[in-house]
T-cell receptor, first 109, second 118 residues
């Protein structure tokens, strides 16, 4: 199972929005509504931000939103804040072989 | 309060074995699917293995199939990962996580570092 494709980097100024794409295939992203997104700060464990394409766990700000179209999922962070600077990974259920994305480093300018 | 405490990492020679443990508290592991995920130094996340909540289904990444075994002890509320025939490319921080939905992983620990080196 190949990793899902994400852009290596994305950036935005405080208050702006940034959108990260996550491209897979019909065997993973396109085949199931089980796409999740994780935020990871350096030296820390990942934190679940979005699951089942667009649901937010308790405690995650509504500035974070997710969507999907075909084989591509997206994470949008609105109203960027300094603490949003981190690595972001998508993931998808893929039958018996779950898969993560390649990761995107988000920089707040 | 939900907690996951990984342990058992260390430095091991290629070809040797290691068993990782993940002690859970604040919830019962038999009510959640449990996963192992690893991250090589400076690299991205890689799913390693999972065990479904009923304990009957176990799944593995192709990269570890036949070498790693996931298991659990409900009486100890602990998840395990038995790693055999270790290779240099298995060097990583290993995290355990519970799922709150299909492959939606809730990480509550800091991971344990496994270094495979001669």
């Amino acid at each position: 199972q190949s990793a899902l494709t994400q852009p290596p980097s994305a950036s935005g100024s405080p208050g702006q929005s940034v959108t990260i794409s996550c491209t897979g295939t019909s065997s993973d992203v396109g085949g199931y509504n089980y796409v999740s997104w994780y935020q990871q700060h350096p030296g820390k464990a990942p934190k679940l931000m979005i699951y089942e394409v667009s649901k937010r766990p308790s405690g995650v700000p509504d500035r974070f939103s997710g969507s999907k179209s075909g084989n591509t999922a997206s994470l949008t962070v609105s109203g960027l804040q300094a603490e949003d600077e981190a690595d972001y990974y998508c993931s998808s259920y893929a039958g018996s072989n779950n898969v993560f994305g390649t990761g995107t480093k988000v920089t707040v300018l | 309060q939900v907690q996951l405490v990984e342990s058992g990492g260390g430095v091991v020679q290629p070809g040797r074995s290691l068993r990782l443990s993940c002690a859970a508290s604040g919830f019962t592991i038999s009510t959640h699917g449990m996963h192992w995920v690893r991250q090589a130094p400076g690299k991205g996340l890689e799913w390693v293995a999972d065990i479904w909540s009923d304990g009957n289904k176990k799944e593995y990444a192709e990269s570890v199939k036949g070498r790693f075994t996931i298991s659990r002890d409900i009486s100890k509320n602990t998840l395990y990962l038995q790693m055999n025939s270790l290779r240099a490319e298995d060097t990583a921080v290993y995290y355990c996580a519970r799922d709150i939905a299909m492959f939606a992983l809730d990480y509550r620990g800091q991971g344990t570092l496994v270094t495979v080196s001669s």
